[in-house]
């Protein structure tokens, strides 16, 4: 990746976003969109670097800031979640390789009409248009299930619908997602090959701090000690890793040994899960390609991680 600053273009409007994207493609380069909600870190950045890699030749990244609303619950951490455009500007010029910044003010708004089984009630009324909002939905029905889809029940409906839109929108030839939110890329690669969408979908690894913490914009609300203690997550991952290369592909062992160790540090476990890597299937033995899932929470932050196993055959 250039080192060279380079300012990208801040682009707010849907229509000239479009328009911008196939000036780029009517000059022979390749669309990569990096969608983030912003607080960017370095795992962010190495979606950058993956997707100027992806496209092996000219390329134009586009990196969307959006915090998405319809992908919180009522009582989930919309309203405290991170948010510093300016250090995420600094940080894209400075990766020189980033050639537009589209910040869309309205991608989703919230309807008149409330929902009651799936937002508890709670939506507010901010009504545009025709009053109603936003009624079109994009579900990966199975695989928006389970895992994160188990306490977060609108979390992928509302990614998935989104993720559609800037795809509509910025019509990239290439888009990539963290692996981090392993099911989050599951859910889009999925409804990419259900929809036709004619973009390939890169899974970029995880990055993590030099003590194993898996980066993320809620790593911040972390308090020194919580900090310390959310280490187990990423220490249980690989432990489990071992253990299971070294013979035991006992699924049941594997995941009680990681609870134990998350609740002895504190956290308070979501789920610990071991599926197939492609249909996030549960597996109960590891004895093919599988990922072990985490979320837990510590203090007030619920933070997820994972790790990828390839049994040797
Ligand atoms: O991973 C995220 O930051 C978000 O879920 C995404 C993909 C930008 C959709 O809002």
Not at 14 to 42: C, I, N, Q, Y
Not at 186 to 197: A, G, P, Q, S, Y
Not at 232 to 250: D, E, P
Request: aromatic share 6%.
């Amino acid at each position: 990746m250039p080192a060279a600053a380079h300012e990208p273009e801040v682009i707010r409007d849907k229509a000239a976003m479009r328009a911008w994207s196939r000036r780029r493609r009517a000059e022979g380069k390749v669309v990569a969109l990096v969608p983030t909600m912003g607080f960017l870190h370095d795992g962010h950045l190495s979606l950058v670097s993956a997707a100027v890699a992806a496209a092996a030749g000219p390329v134009a990244v586009v990196v969307s800031i959006y915090v998405n609303p319809s992908q919180f619950a009522p009582t989930e951490d919309l309203a405290t979640y991170p948010s510093d455009f300016a250090g995420d500007l600094r940080k894209l010029a400075a990766t020189g390789a980033v050639a537009a910044v589209f910040c869309p003010p309205d991608l989703y708004v919230r309807g008149g009409r409330p929902d009651a089984s799936e937002s508890g009630g709670a939506i507010s009324c901010l009504e545009q248009g025709d009053g109603y909002g936003h009624e079109t939905w994009i579900r990966v029905e199975r695989l928006e299930k389970g895992l994160c889809g188990s306490s977060r029940p609108v979390f992928f409906r509302g990614v998935a619908t989104v993720v559609a839109k800037l795809f509509n929108i910025v019509e990239p030839d290439i888009a990539v997602f963290g692996k981090k939110d392993y099911q989050q890329w599951r859910v889009i690669c999925r409804m990419v090959h259900d929809l036709d969408f004619a973009i390939e979908i890169i899974g970029s690894e995880i990055v993590r701090e030099a003590d194993g913490l898996a980066m993320s914009s809620r790593n911040v609300h972390l308090s020194c000690e919580e900090r310390e203690k959310a280490l187990s997550i990423s220490r249980s991952l690989v432990n489990a890793r071992t253990a299971a290369l070294n013979g035991n592909s006992h699924g049941q062992q594997i995941k009680d040994q990681i609870v134990q160790t998350l609740e002895e540090a504190g956290g308070q476990v979501d789920y610990v899960e071991i599926v197939e890597q492609e249909s996030l299937t549960p597996v109960e033995r590891i004895d093919r390609p599988a990922v072990i899932c985490v979320a837990a929470w510590f203090g007030k932050v619920r933070l997820i991680d994972n790790i990828e196993i390839q049994p040797p055959s």
